[in-house]
């Protein structure tokens, strides 16, 4: 859930009128490509969003590291704000992950967009109890630029804040770029600072690319 809500949800604000945020693009189908480059390795991950209902969507993410996660949000616009409440459940290969956050964003103008979401994760390994998991706050805002309708600019800054163990915190950013033709939208997308490539990674990379597409119906 934490890639689909920067992949899939910063591109719905483009659609605005008279300030007002238009959420046409967020309810059509989404279904997205990525490769990922950390050092050496490369992880491909495959992920959708479909709108069950006019507020409820569910979504589905596995990566080449054998990671399965599925996630269902309600949102509603609230004001000019659309907001959306989330949560997930991830299966890697020794432990789950669980999730529930809120995501929120609003049209400054017709091309400008900020977003922010908040989250708390739990990573459980099936022997111990839900209290003895690793429990992660994270958090991140961020701002979308489309001088046109056929290309995209997007900004993010996020927090992970390690609530047990250690009880460090990492900082990362993303810059992305996508261009925006009517049905395959290719992107590339760079990281600065400590971030998980699949979120089965136990460790976090410095310096991530990020390539892919996302296909719109």
């Known amino acids: 859930m934490k890639r689909l809500l920067i992949t899939l949800l910063m591109p719905f604000a483009i659609y ?10 967020y309810h059509e189908p ?8 950390a050092e050496d390795n490369w992880i491909g991950t495959v992920s959708g969003v479909i709108q069950a209902t006019e507020e409820v969507n569910i979504s589905a993410e596995i990566d080449s590291e054998g990671y399965l996660e599925l996630g269902t949000g309600y949102g509603v616009m609230l004001g000019d704000y659309y907001t959306e409440a989330f949560i997930s459940y991830g299966r890697a290969d020794f432990f789950d992950i669980y ?6 964003g609003t049209a400054l103008t017709n091309n400008i967009m900020v977003f922010g979401n908040t989250s ?4 459980k ?3 111990f ?4 998991a690793s429990r992660e706050w994270k958090s991140t805002i961020g701002t979308s630029y489309s001088p046109t309708q056929f290309m995209n600019f997007a900004y993010s800054f996020s927090h992970d804040r390690q609530l047990t163990g250690s009880k460090g ?6 810059v992305t770029f996508t261009l925006k033709p009517k049905w395959v939208e290719p992107y590339v997308k760079y990281t600065f600072g400590q971030k998980r490539v699949s979120p089965s ?3 976090r990379s410095d310096g991530i690319v990020e390539l892919g597409f996302n296909l719109r119906f």
């Open 169 to 174: 915190y990492y900082n990362s950013q993303d």
């Open 120 to 123: 708390h994760e739990w990573r």
């Open 125 to 127: 390994f099936p022997l």
């Open 201 to 203: 990674d136990r460790t």
């Open 99 to 104: 999730d529930i956050g809120l995501f929120s």
């Open 16 to 25: 605005a009128n008279d300030h007002q945020l238009q959420t046409l693009s």
């Open 129 to 132: 109890d839900l209290s003895d």
């Open 30 to 37: 989404s279904l997205s490509f990525q490769t990922a480059k």
